[in-house]
């Protein structure tokens, strides 16, 4: 793996100097790590662009440390450990890391596609792959004390023993909402939930195992203050009725959700529906030699998984090393069959 000094992909910073290699992708989270490697397999160089500052992507950012349960061969596993293992095996194709670095212009010079990074190197390419996944992600504010993010306010919770013996509030009713308390319940002192409506969005299987646990679940209740001196010490949390209770809390975790867009990418002269890119058969955009694969690439009957973005990043870096070099095959043969 390369960027400037060969640092790790967890390392940011960019090369002075432009970069050229024969396939740029444009994400750096699952889909876009198995697409280098797979490059690498095809006998292409790539270089991998990420506004993030480590590999990863979504998983990383919001929720290494939950189970995953829908990557062919693995009953579950951690999402830090899936990240972990792609980027071993994206090794063997040697990429170039940008990673906190955002791709801001797309422009065509001598038959390549030149792409401009913010406060970096253009990387000239033949053909590009966008992995974005659902693009810049910005996570919904809790409104009675986004003051304290950071300082006993999170969103995500990237180590879970952080919170060990602590006292947390998990603020929502979705997935994520359900994923945290269960996480985190073996470990912390006491687990509340807190939902501003009677029913929740995350699916019956999850809340059921919650609610077996014994986790307090506040229903029709907001959190509607934070305390502390100097640091978080306790939430006051109100009913719907009016009542009030004060609950002690050293974390609370808002999982209330977050936007998201695509950013300069959707300028980019493609054609874009509900954050998704258009793709053929071929995943191919509607523009010459730019692909997408995962959550970013939209066609009839998609179904977003991470199993499915890996399947779509072979089927986009085959059909680039034909468009590379017509001469080659498309079917490359099996991985199993090569030394």
């Given at each position: 793996m390369r960027t400037a000094g060969r640092p790790e992909p967890s390392d940011t910073g960019s090369p002075s100097e432009n970069i050229s290699v024969d396939v740029v992708i444009v994400g750096?989270?699952?889909?876009?790590?198995?697409?280098?490697?797979?490059?690498?397999?095809?006998?292409?160089?790539?270089?991998?662009?990420d506004s993030l500052p480590e590999s990863g992507g979504q998983i990383t950012a919001m929720y290494p440390e939950k189970q995953i349960f829908d990557v062919a061969g693995f009953p579950a596993v951690l999402g830090r450990d899936l990240v972990s293992a792609l980027?071993?095996?994206?090794?063997?194709?040697?990429?170039?890391?940008?990673l906190g670095c955002k791709a801001t212009t797309l422009d065509e010079r001598d038959d390549k596609l030149v792409v401009g990074i913010e406060d970096g190197p253009d990387v000239h390419a033949g053909a590009m792959l966008i992995t974005a996944g659902i693009g810049e992600f910005t996570p919904r504010p809790l409104p009675a004390g986004n003051e304290w993010l950071g300082n006993g306010l999170v969103h995500f919770v990237p180590q879970l023993d952080k919170h060990r013996g602590q006292d947390v509030v998990v603020v929502g009713g979705g997935d994520s909402a359900f994923d945290w308390v269960i996480a985190l319940h073996p470990i912390a002192a006491s687990v509340t939930l807190v939902h501003r409506r009677a029913r929740f969005r995350a699916a019956q299987?999850?809340?059921?195992?919650?609610?077996?646990?014994?986790?307090?679940?506040?229903?029709?209740?907001?959190?509607?203050?934070?305390?502390?001196d100097g640091k978080l010490a306790e939430v006051e949390v109100t009913t719907k009725q009016g009542d009030r209770e004060v609950l002690p809390a050293q974390t609370v975790v808002a999982a209330l959700g977050f936007t998201a867009d695509l950013g300069p990418i959707e300028s980019w002269g493609f054609h874009v529906d509900h954050r998704q890119i258009t793709v053929d058969t071929t995943m191919a955009t509607t523009r010459d030699?730019?692909?997408?694969?995962?959550?970013?690439?939209?066609?009839?009957?998609?179904?977003?998984l991470i199993s499915t973005g890996f399947g779509e990043a072979a089927t986009a870096i085959n059909n680039i090393a034909v468009l590379l070099n017509p001469d080659a095959h498309l079917f490359p043969g099996h991985s199993s069959n090569m030394e």
């Open positions: 750096a989270g699952p889909t876009g790590l198995y697409a280098a490697y797979y490059a690498g397999f095809r006998g292409l160089s790539v270089a991998i662009v980027v071993e095996q994206a090794k063997q194709a040697d990429p170039i890391y940008l299987a999850i809340v059921r195992q919650a609610s077996d646990l014994g986790v307090r679940m506040m229903t029709d209740a907001e959190v509607t203050a934070l305390r502390g030699r730019i692909y997408a694969a995962g959550d970013v690439a939209g066609y009839p009957g998609k179904v977003k």
